[in-house]
Nanobody, 125 residues
Framework: QVQLVESGGGLVQAGGSLRLSCAAA????????MGWFRQAPGKEREFVAA????????DYTDSVKGRFTISRDNAKNTVYLQMNSLKPEDTAVYYC??????????????????WGQGTQVSVSS
C-alpha cells in the first residue's frame, strides 16, 4: 500500500506556472505507474498525465500537451507535474494516483489503486 500527499497548488494568473509534487510513503514506489488527474467544479474527474514505473514513458491529455510535463524521482518517492502557460480552464483540484496492477500507462481512473487528497489549482484571467 502507498500513501500519497500532493502539494504545490495555489492561485496564479493566466500564463503563469506551477509545479505540483506528490510524495509517496510506502514501499516500492518504483513499482507503480503514476498519474495526475483533475476535477473542476461540476465536472467529472479527468486524466491529465501519467508516467511509467521507470519514467521512460509518459502520456498526456491533448489539452495539456506542450504545456505540462510529468516526471518522477524514484529515489525521492516523488512524482511532479510542471504546469506552464496556465489557462483559466486548468482550474481544478489536482490529484495524483498510483496504479499497482497495469504494466502500461492507463488514463482510466478506475485502474488506479491509490489516490491523494488533492491540491487546488486556480488560474485567474
Amino acid at each position: 500500500q502507498v500513501q500519497l500527499v500532493e502539494s504545490g497548488g495555489g492561485l496564479v494568473q493566466a500564463g503563469g506556472s506551477l509545479r505540483l509534487s506528490c510524495a509517496a510513503a510506502g514501499r516500492t514506489f518504483s513499482s507503480y505507474t503514476m498519474g495526475w488527474f483533475r476535477q473542476a467544479p461540476g465536472k467529472e474527474r479527468e486524466f491529465v498525465a501519467a508516467i511509467s514505473k521507470s519514467g521512460a514513458s509518459t502520456d498526456y491529455t491533448d489539452s495539456v500537451k506542450g504545456r505540462f510535463t510529468i516526471s518522477r524521482d524514484n529515489a525521492k518517492n516523488t512524482v511532479y507535474l510542471q504546469m506552464n502557460s496556465l489557462k483559466p480552464e486548468d482550474t481544478a483540484v489536482y490529484y495524483c494516483a498510483a496504479d499497482a496492477r497495469n504494466y502500461y500507462i492507463t488514463y482510466v481512473s478506475k485502474e488506479y489503486d491509490y489516490w491523494g487528497q488533492g491540491t487546488q489549482v486556480s488560474v485567474s484571467s
